[in-house]
Nanobody, 123 residues
Framework: VQLQASGGGLVQAGGSLGLSCAAS????????MGWFRQAPGKEREFVAA????????YYADSVKGRFTISRDNAKNTMYLQMNSLKPEETAVYYC?????????????????WGQGTLVTVSS
C-alpha cells in the first residue's frame, strides 16, 4: 500500500485547509486510517482517526470541533478538513493506514505511512 498525502500549504491563522490521502496498490476499505502531525523538534502526534467503515471517528482534544476526518472507500481516499487553524499547528501532516479496522491514537498502531504534507499557519 502506498499513501500519498496532499493539500498542504500556507494559510493564515483562523483559516481553513483540506488534506487528502490517496491510497494505491490495494484497496484500504478494510483498513483503519489516521492523521498525525509532527512539528520541528517535536514528536509525531495523533490528530484524528477513522474506522474502516467511517462509522467512528476519533480526535485529539486539541482539534475537536475544528477538524473533520472522513473517507471515501470507493475512491480509496481519506480526508482531513481543518478549520480555525492556529500557528502552533504548523507541522508536517502524515496520513497512515492500519491493517486492522481501527489503528488507534499511537503511531505504532499503523502499518503504512504517507510522505507527509507541510501545513504552515501564519500569525
Amino acid at each position: 500500500v502506498q499513501l500519498q498525502a496532499s493539500g498542504g500549504g500556507l494559510v493564515q491563522a483562523g483559516g481553513s485547509l483540506g488534506l487528502s490521502c490517496a491510497a494505491s496498490g490495494r484497496t484500504v476499505s478494510s483498513y483503519g486510517m489516521g492523521w498525525f502531525r509532527q512539528a520541528p523538534g517535536k514528536e509525531r502526534e495523533f490528530v484524528a482517526a477513522i474506522t474502516w467503515s467511517g462509522e467512528r471517528t476519533y480526535y485529539a482534544d486539541s482539534v475537536k470541533g475544528r477538524f473533520t476526518i472522513s473517507r471515501d472507500n470507493a475512491k480509496n481516499t481519506m480526508y482531513l478538513q481543518m478549520n480555525s487553524l492556529k500557528p502552533e499547528e504548523t507541522a508536517v501532516y502524515y496520513c497512515a493506514g492500519s491493517k486492522v479496522v481501527y489503528g488507534g491514537t499511537y503511531p505504532a498502531g499503523y502499518d503504512y505511512w504517507g510522505q507527509g504534507t507541510l501545513v504552515t499557519v501564519s500569525s
